[in-house]
């Protein structure tokens, strides 16, 4: 979830030809992307307030 709503994303960018994430394992990393962001976003958010 993202601002509150799930998010939605096309499913296959690439080229013809090349190897597309599937499943579980593309799940696992945009997960793991959702979550860096998030943590970058409170950072700043922090670096914010302390002004």
Do not use: F
């Not at 593309?26 to 700043?44: G, Q, S, W």
């Amino acid at each position: 979830m993202l601002y509150g709503r799930k998010c939605h994303a096309l499913i296959c960018w690439d080229q013809v030809g090349e190897r597309v994430i599937e499943g579980p394992e593309m799940i696992e990393v945009t997960n793991a992307k959702v979550a860096v962001a998030k943590e970058k976003l409170k950072e700043a958010r922090t670096r914010q307030k302390s002004y």
